[in-house]
Each structure stands twice: as C-alpha cells, then as structure tokens.
C-alpha cells in the first residue's frame, strides 16, 4: 500500500536523524577579569516571594564567586513585599523601595534583578532579569567591560546623635560625555525574619542588602556633565539613623555609592562603590 | 516587511479578480477590547501602569481572507494598546501586521507560507495555535506543503519559527505528519485514523548562549552538556467500533533542555529549587468514548513526563511552547466552578477523567463528571466530581443545577506558599425562563463553601433579554466567609458587581460592562495564568462578515 511506504520510509528518516551527534558545547568556567570595576546588583525581593530566597544565594554566590566587584541592593518594593501576617516582626518596603520597583517594570516576576542597569534584548523585561541563573553572565559581561571612573568614599557615624556624614571622591579615568547621575542607598543585613520559600516559611530568614533608605531621589540625583579625566569631584551627604526597634543597626549597615549615565534611554551604572556606615 | 508583503498581496488579488470571471469568496472578523481601569486598593486592583497612569488600555484584532481559484490569502492587522495581556502586571503596545498567509491548492498539492496554525494529532508534539485572551499566538512564521495521498491518507511537512507578539522567536522549527483514514470495509464496522508526526527544534546560537551562561554558574553536579536539537514523535490512532471509539497517542521527545522548576540545584552553600535540565519525555494518553441511545460515557487518562517543549528553553511560563497538553478536567463555564482551574502539568502529571452523561427522558437529563489529577510522585494535584441535571419544560423554562466537590493544589499552581489543598463545595443552580421565544430571563445562583484561600463566595447573576436584541446584565460575586486580608491589611467582606448591557445585532455584538474582578485563575485548554484583580469599565465588540 502506498501509505504503508510513506509510513515506513518516514519512520526510517527519523530514526535516521535521531542517531545523529551533536559536537559538543564548551562549558568554560566563570572569567575573573582583573579590574578595579564593581557592578551594581539592583535585586527585587520581597519577604512573601516564594521563590525569592533563590535569588539571595545566586546573588550572594556571585559575591562569593567575584569577591569586592559586586555590590548587592535588595528592594523590597510591593509585590510580593508584605510581611508575612502572623510571622513577620518588620517591614521592610519603603516609599523609595516601591518608587524603584515600579521604575525597572515591566518584569515578569520575583525574584528579577537588574544589573547595572543594562538593557536586556526582552522589550517586555527591559532591565530586571527574572530568570536568575543567567544575572552572574551579564555581570561577567559588565566586569569586562572597561573601567572609566573610580569612587572613593569616606564614611564617619557618630554614636551620640546617630548621625553619620558620607564623603565621596569621584575620579574619571578617561572623559566622560554626557550627563551623570548619583544614587546613595542605605542597605542593612543581618536581619533575622520571615520569609516565604517554596511552600514553607523560614522563621529566622537572614535578610541582607535591604535598601532601607536612600540619600538621594529613588532615580538618583545630578552629578554633573562631560567629567572630565583626573578632576575630583567631591560630594558630601548626611544622614541620621532612625530610632526603630530592631533595624537601622549601624554595625551591619552599608552605604552604596553607583553613577549611571542620565542620557534618554541609557541609564548604565559606570561604576559603584560601597562602605560600612562605620567607616 | 510584513506591510510590504500585504500590499503585494492585495495586488496580485485584485489583478487576478480582473482577469478571471471567479469573484472571489471575501470574508472577515473584528474584535476589540478596550479598558478604562479605575484603581481600587481594596481589591488589590493597583500598581500596575494602567492604574497608575494610563487609565486606558485596548485590543483590536482585524481578520481579512479571501479566496479564489483555489488561492486563499489572508492577513491579520493587530492592535495593543498599553495591553495587559501580554504580562498581566505591564503594559504592552504595538501594531501592524499580526499575521498574514497565502495558501494554493494545486491538484494533490497544498502549498501555504506566512503565518500559519496547525498542528500533529492532539497537539503533544506541535501545536501552533492562537489564544487571544493569554496573548498566545503560536503561529509558525514559515512555509508548509500538503500532499494528498490517495482519497483519505495525505502527508504534510512544516518549517519555519515561532511567532512572537510583532517578531519571531530565534530558533527553527521543522515537521511532518502523515495521517489518514482506513475502512475495514462494509462488513466489518471497524474504522481506523492513524498517524505519525515528527517535530524538531534547533536552539538558536544566541538562545543556547543563555543556557551556557546559565549552566556554567552551575555546580558540576547540576551540569550538562547542552543539545542544540530536540526531536519528537508522535504516534496516534482513532479506533471505531460501532458505537465505542478509542484515540491513543503516544509521544516521545529526545533529551532537551527545559527549565523544572521543582528541582533542587546545588548552591556553593546549600541547595534552591528551580534549574535547567536536559532529559527526555513522553506522554501517554488514552481516551475511550461509548454513546448509543440515552447514554454516553467518556473516560480519559494521561502520563506526562519531562514534556515541557519550547522553542527556547530559557523562556517561561506560556511563552515560546511549541506544543499542546490536552487537559483532562472538565471545562467549567459558571463563574465559581471555574475558580481553580488546573493548568496541565508539562513536568509530571497522571490524570485519569470519567465523563457520563444519561438522558432519563426528552425533558431530563443527568451528567456526572470526575477528574483526578496526581504528580507522579503521588501528591494530589487536583480532583473534581462534578453533577448536573438538566431539566428542560416544554419550550418554557430549562433548569440546569448540580454540586462540584473540588480539591486543588495552589502550591503547585499558583506558587504560594505554605497553603492548603483547596477544597470547595460548590452547587449551583441556573434557570433560563423564556417569555416569548425571543424574550426570557436567566439567572444564577451559586455558593461556593470553603475554608481556604478568599473563603467563601456567593454568586448571583441576573440576564435578561428582549427580541431587539439587547440583553442586561447584572451580576455579583461576594465574599461571604473572607480569609485573606485586603493590601490595606484588613479581613472583610467584599462585593464585586458587574453591571452589564449588550446588543446582538445579526453578526455583531457589542458589550458594555462595568466590573470589579478578584483575582484569579485565567484558562484556555489546560493553560492557566494567574491574573491580577480588575476594577473599571470594559467594551468588547466582535463580528463576523
């Protein structure tokens, strides 16, 4: 029969092509670039994100795996942000953490991570990365890209008043065109709370990067224009740390420091830096 | 490109219209959505861009075909408009061209290229297919031919790539199907409809660059090394027996890449869930149909394995699927019967469905149906016993009531953590009282009783249509029994009203409804999403020409 041969010879062809070997694909293992540049981690989080723990120990893998070049924020903005009714001691959203939220959409879900603030080739994910096993590759990628700025920081906390006064020293290593931004977050780790993860709670979840405050705008504020290579441009900020039972403890609190390009349609971080509020 | 390919199109029509006596066989859809989306916190209806500032948002889709001498083309002209549909949390925007297609028949040869939807058997291995309320157009961007072998057998072979929203996927797609259709002749009522499909997908290079970027932050133990092709299969058959017919398909797919979700990745410290994997997969899946005077009885099952199919791996969700799982649970229509819907599980998943239904004479008739779906491990995912009975009076009045008993796993469905299996008693009741045989009233009640989630719902709904064709509606679902504190943090009772009129006029309808909407399950088939509560005022028009 004429269909029974078209049957057989089809089977033969798939059979055929089943049997065929792929060369293999090289597997290489992460690149350490020797470079003096840090890249910024902007995590979406939150304490009622079932898969959100997932994304803490890539990000805390990718500090492990790239000691001193990474610097992590962990914006606990509103999705999936509130605390856990009954379980939950702190509140870790913001007006700032929901202002910068809402300023990465349009994403798909938590845990995303924007990384340096680079545009993605997803319109419909154009800076926050949801899935997070490939956020350590782009910061490969931003590592290798060349360093053009160094930031120097000085940090003084007084313990009477809580105050604590910010130096930053901005040195362009080459010319810089085009307008810059500055952003200052205040992160706390070390916070033991509850989190959701898959289909339990952790009681006694240690939460780290939490952005708890920023000094500047939530999109940063104006550095200047066209900096040019060897000037030192200073700034100094202040800030007092609030009174709140259980947060704002100085000892496992960080500032950091990122300027990004303010240009339509490019916002990349250039550099960022980060220091203990104790100095 | 897809503009200039249109214009060329509609040349070449109207040019050969011109110079044949064939007119020509013209025919067309419009359907629209638009959105006015008014905020409301109480019902979590926020944070979104269409509550924040864009306050409108829309859809329209406009289908054109035309055929003559046996030349078929057609295209789609697509609208978004600040749309939640493609992300239910963003808001997309874009037009043009969504789709377009020329087709010929040449003797025992179809050819086609353009945007096309089809599929192999019941969709396992490739399906490409349009869903328009979860933003899935599957189409294949390619060119396929068709070739009649004989009277009932004919073979057809695919290739193109996979159409996203404006674009395509990267990536190709290719495929072949034979199937056909045996008689064992007159005296022997055995009838047979086999076929044999095969699909295969090649990752793109910048689609595997993902998955090597991803799999070289991998512990070794979690590594692998990465098949740019897959390859599936497909056997089926539809076997008749008098009143019995029974449809088998099996489907195999070589090792490929695909995310699980529900698998534990090494970490340096410690372990996550959620990981790329390449393995092979197969679905087995039975259905048996009996119906011979006042009964028919369905029964269903199927084994899935490792059968998530994309044209990339790295994409999630409902984007990118190449192929189609058949759900097994019944497709519920009322409002509270359909809450918990389950999306078809592409990891693991056994489901057995028994369907009767059983006339006990010209006025009454009962129907029962039962799902049950497990993972393969065992852990219950989902079970429903749905009961009807419907009772038609003269050409009076027709009661449709029963109960659904239902058991979802929102862990598994909806990703929420530390959650109970669901479970709900649900009855229902629906009376449809004609007046005069084109004016008549139909309402529905139902309760929905249960511990978990939102609580417990009331359901009321209130039709009622007059012969110029206008029908309003009012509708309301309550949360009578609330469980879940509202994003102001506070447990209490919530109304969500629909207020609604709409006009069918020949082929046209056009609706008006203002409506507040929990949150809740969405489906089509067996693919779910979640979308967020909606609160503000929608118009829908369609129509047919």
């Known amino acids: 029969m004429n269909w029974l041969k078209v049957f057989a010879a089809l089977l033969i062809v798939m059979l055929g092509i089943l049997s065929c070997k792929e060369i293999p694909v090289n597997i290489g293992d992460p690149l350490i670039p020797e470079s003096d540049k840090i890249v910024l981690i902007e995590e979406l989080t939150g304490a009622s994100c079932p898969n959100c723990p997932k994304g803490n120990i890539i990000s805390e893998n990718i500090i492990s795996t790239f000691p001193g070049k990474v610097a992590v924020v962990a914006i606990h903005g509103d999705f999936l942000a509130q605390p856990i009714e009954g379980k939950s001691k702190y509140d870790f959203r913001n007006q700032k953490a929901k202002d910068l939220e809402n300023w990465f959409k349009p994403w798909y879900g938590k845990p995303a991570a924007s990384i340096n603030r680079t545009r993605t080739n997803d319109d419909q994910e154009p800076f926050a990365i949801s899935r997070s096993d490939l956020w350590q590759s782009v910061v490969e990628k931003e590592l290798q890209k060349p360093h053009v700025l160094n930031i120097l920081l000085a940090s003084g906390y007084n313990e009477t008043d809580r105050n604590i006064e910010l130096d930053i020293t901005a040195i362009p290593i080459v010319h810089l065109e085009g307008s810059y931004n500055i952003s200052i977050f205040l992160t706390e780790s070390e916070i033991i709370d509850a989190q959701s993860n898959g289909s339990e709670y952790i009681d006694n979840y240690e939460h780290n990067h939490v952005l708890m405050d920023m000094l500047t705008g939530f999109d940063g504020d104006s550095f200047g224009h066209d900096l040019k290579a060897n000037d030192l441009i200073k700034r100094k900020y202040t800030y007092t740390l609030p009174l709140r039972a259980g947060l704002f403890n100085?000892?496992?609190?960080?500032?950091?420091?990122?300027?990004?390009?303010?240009?339509?349609?490019?916002?990349?971080?250039?550099?960022?830096a980060y220091i203990s509020v104790k100095g | 490109m897809n503009k200039g390919?249109?214009?060329?199109?509609?040349?070449?029509?109207?040019?050969?219209?011109?110079y044949t006596q064939d007119r020509g066989v013209f025919s067309g859809a419009f359907d629209t959505n638009a959105n006015i989306f008014l905020r409301d916190s109480s019902i979590n209806a926020i944070n979104t861009p269409q509550y924040d500032h864009q306050f409108f948002g829309g859809e329209a889709w406009l289908n054109l075909n035309y055929?003559?001498?046996?030349?078929?083309?057609?295209?789609?002209?697509?609208?978004?408009n600040n749309s939640n549909l493609r992300n239910p949390t963003g808001s997309f925007s874009g037009l043009g061209i969504g789709r377009w297609y020329v087709k010929k028949k040449l003797n025992k040869l179809e050819i086609s290229a353009g945007y096309l939807y089809d599929q192999i058997g019941s969709g396992f291995i490739f399906r490409a297919f349009e869903t328009r309320p979860l933003f899935i157009d599957n189409a294949i961007y390619g060119v396929s031919a068709k070739y009649d072998l004989g009277k009932s057998w004919h073979v057809m072979g695919f290739v193109g790539r996979q159409k996203n929203a404006f674009e395509t996927y990267t990536g190709n797609i290719k495929g072949v199907r034979l199937e056909g259709f045996h008689s064992c002749g007159d005296e022997n009522p055995i009838t047979l409809a086999p076929g044999i499909g095969f699909v295969n997908r090649t990752i793109s290079d910048e689609n595997m660059d993902n998955v090597v970027n991803a799999i070289r932050t991998y512990q070794q133990e979690d590594r692998f090394n990465p098949n740019h092709n897959a390859y599936s299969a497909t056997f089926y058959n539809t076997l008749t027996y008098k009143t019995v017919s029974f449809y088998s398909e099996v489907a195999f797919k070589s090792a490929d890449i695909f995310y699980?979700?529900?698998?534990?990745?090494?970490?340096?410290?410690?372990?996550?869930?959620?990981?790329?994997?390449q393995k092979k997969g197969s679905v087995f899946y039975g259905s048996l149909t009996y119906a011979a005077g006042n009964i028919g009885i369905t029964t269903e099952a199927k084994r899935t394995e490792n059968f998530n199919f994309r044209i990339d791996p790295n994409l999630q969700l409902i984007r990118g699927l190449v192929n189609y799982l058949v759900p097994l649970n019944r497709q519920n229509t009322y409002r509270l019967t359909a809450r918990y819907s389950p999306a078809a599980q592409d990891i693991s998943e056994m489901a057995f469905s028994l369907d009767i239904k059983y006339k006990l004479s010209k006025a009454l008739s009962v129907g029962l149906n039962y799902s049950d779906i497990n993972t393969l491990e065992g852990d219950r995912l989902f079970k429903e016993v749905f009961t009807e009975v419907v009772y038609k009076h003269q050409r009076k009045w027709q009661l449709t009531s029963g109960i659904q008993f239902l058991t979802y796993n929102q862990e598994v469905y909806e990703m929420k953590t530390e959650v109970p299996l669901v479970k709900t008693i649900t009855p229902y009741l629906d009376v449809l009282y004609k007046f005069t045989p084109s004016r008549a009233l139909r309402t529905e009640l139902q309760y929905m009783n249960t511990k978990q989630d939102f609580g417990s719902w009331l359901f009321g709904l209130f039709e009622y249509s007059i012969p110029s064709g206008w029908i309003f509606e009012t509708s309301a679902m309550y949360n009578v029994v609330?469980?879940?504190?509202?994003?102001?943090?506070?447990?209490?009772?919530t109304l969500y009203p629909t207020l609604g009129v709409i006009l069918v006029n020949d082929a046209q309808r056009y609706s008006l409804r203002y409506v507040k909407q929990v949150e809740g399950i969405v489906c089509s088939g067996g693919i779910c999403r979640l979308e967020p509560a909606f609160s503000g005022i929608r118009f829908n028009l369609n129509t047919t020409f």
Do not use: C, W, Y
């Not at chain 1, 000892?251 to 990349?268: A, K, L, Q, W, Y």
């Not at chain 2, 214009?7 to 029509?13: A, E, M, S």
């Not at chain 2, 003559?68 to 978004?80: E, P, Q, S, V, W």
């Not at chain 2, 609330?482 to 009772?493: L, R, T, W, Y």
């Open chain 2, 67 to 80: 055929t003559i001498n046996g030349l078929t083309i057609g295209a789609r002209f697509d609208m978004f």
């Open chain 2, 5 to 18: 390919i249109v214009i060329l199109l509609l040349q070449f029509v109207i040019n050969l219209s011109l």
């Open chain 2, 260 to 277: 699980n979700p529900f698998a534990l990745k090494a970490e340096l410290v410690g372990v996550s869930l959620g990981k790329l994997e």
């Open chain 1, 250 to 272: 100085p000892d496992h609190m960080e500032f950091i420091v990122m300027i990004s390009r303010n240009d339509p349609g490019d916002r990349t971080v250039i550099q960022a």
């Open chain 2, 482 to 493: 609330p469980k879940k504190a509202n994003s102001k943090g506070v447990i209490e009772k």
